[in-house]
């Protein structure tokens, strides 16, 4: 299978979860959809890393794991302490700032 | 799940081509069922299915430790921290489909097609050569490469990630900490502000009964009407509770509700309650 196809593709799940992003109002799924970008990026990153034939791009991965697990942990969190000072998790709610 | 990673050695196999296509095609419907389903835990399984899609295309390209790293650590702890929190804030919360600003989803379709296009091109003008030929970094000898890579090449960016991840779990602590800025009341205090409400007993438990036993049932106040307060709040938007029936001795129950319209849950709770 060529690696063009793999890279394809994570251009696809890019561009879903962009989308994901810009439409949907409920934060948490916000969220989701930005993890989605990044699981689009790690595959492109093992992609180009067999093509290439070295591991820099598997350990770049591994780091783009880890640095999303600590961005959910706090996002989450932040979410949780904007729901109970508000009771919503919408993005259209939190628009103090524009006032 | 053997078979693929064996099967990542032969790039050029046919049962490698094919469960590509199936796993693209997979992968992406469930990410546009995410963006299109409205309840939120519908997004996490749909996301858990990319997920799981992507993992086994990790196996396939000769990445086995990624493969289960995405399945330990994103479908297991990142998926089930989203869960958890779907249940604590907002279970009900289904996404409003009202357009707050006009055109927005139109707008961000043409913005998505622009940035395919974009990347579309940047990637048809590259040079992406084939696939390296299958050696044993890929395979057996992937655990053993990476490690050596993390632990020279990438020695200090991984005691940053250490640095990061424990700065990441303080700051959760603090954010999800709720200060209590006034005393816990006692179950004196309880007690008393039951009795100044007019209320003297508890507060009844949701319904057990002959027809329903579920949580979804209000109690039947002495009166015989439900008691609204007596479930949860959280069960009204997703269900609405239904008022129970009341079965008098020598009676046959009816099983259906014979109106449909009582899905409201009955407003006269506390009232009713304190005049009993």
């Known amino acids: ?99 | 799940m053997t078979g693929v990673l064996a099967a990542g050695t032969n790039t050029d196999s046919v049962a490698v081509e094919t469960v590509f296509w199936i796993l693209a095609v997979v992968a992406v419907a469930a990410a546009l069922a995410m963006i299109l389903v409205r309840r939120a835990v519908h997004c996490a399984i749909m996301l858990a299915v990319v997920m799981l899609c992507l993992a086994t295309m990790y196996a396939m390209q000769g990445a086995p430790f990624l493969a289960f790293v995405q399945i330990i650590v994103y479908t297991g702890a990142v998926l089930m921290l989203f869960l958890f929190v779907i249940m604590l804030i907002g279970i009900t919360a289904a996404d409003s489909i009202v357009e707050t600003i006009k055109g927005q989803r139109l707008a961000a379709g043409l913005a998505a097609i622009g940035l395919l296009v974009l990347l579309a091109l940047g990637i048809g003008h590259a040079a992406i050569g084939p696939a390296a030929p299958p050696s044993p970094k890929y395979g057996s000898g992937n655990l053993t490469g990476i490690a050596t890579l993390i632990f020279t090449t990438y020695v200090f960016p991984f005691e940053v990630t250490g640095a990061l991840l424990i700065t990441a779990a303080l700051g959760a602590m603090v954010l999800a900490h709720r200060e209590r800025i006034a005393p816990r009341p006692t179950q004196r205090d309880l007690a008393a502000r039951r009795l100044a409400s007019g209320q003297v007993v508890g507060d009844p438990p949701p319904g057990i009964y002959a027809l329903h036993d579920s949580a979804d049932r209000p109690a039947l106040l002495p009166d015989g009407s439900p008691a609204a307060s007596s479930v949860s709040s959280v069960l009204n938007p997703r269900t609405g509770t239904e008022p129970p029936q009341v079965v008098r001795p020598g009676e046959k129950p009816q099983l259906e509700a014979a109106d449909g319209g009582e899905r409201e849950p009955a407003p006269s709770a506390g009232s009713g309650r304190a005049e009993s």
Do not use: T, W
């Not at chain 1, 063009?4 to 439409?23: D, E």
């Not at chain 1, 948490?28 to 093509?51: D, G, K, Q």
């Not at chain 1, 969190?77 to 109970?84: E, G, K, S």
């Open chain 1, 1 to 99: 299978m060529s690696p063009v196809h793999y890279v394809a593709l994570s251009v696809i799940l890019f561009m879903i979860g962009g989308v994901g992003v810009l439409v949907r109002r409920n934060a948490i799924v916000v969220f989701m959809c930005v993890e989605l970008m990044l699981n689009a990026c790690n595959l492109a990153f093992v992609a180009f890393a067999r093509v290439h034939d070295n591991l820099d791009g598997q350990v770049i991965a591994f780091f783009v794991m880890v640095v999303a697990a600590a961005e959910v942990v706090v996002g989450l969190a932040i979410l949780m302490a904007i729901y109970r000072a508000r009771r919503s998790a919408s993005v259209d709610d939190a628009s103090l700032l524009k006032y």
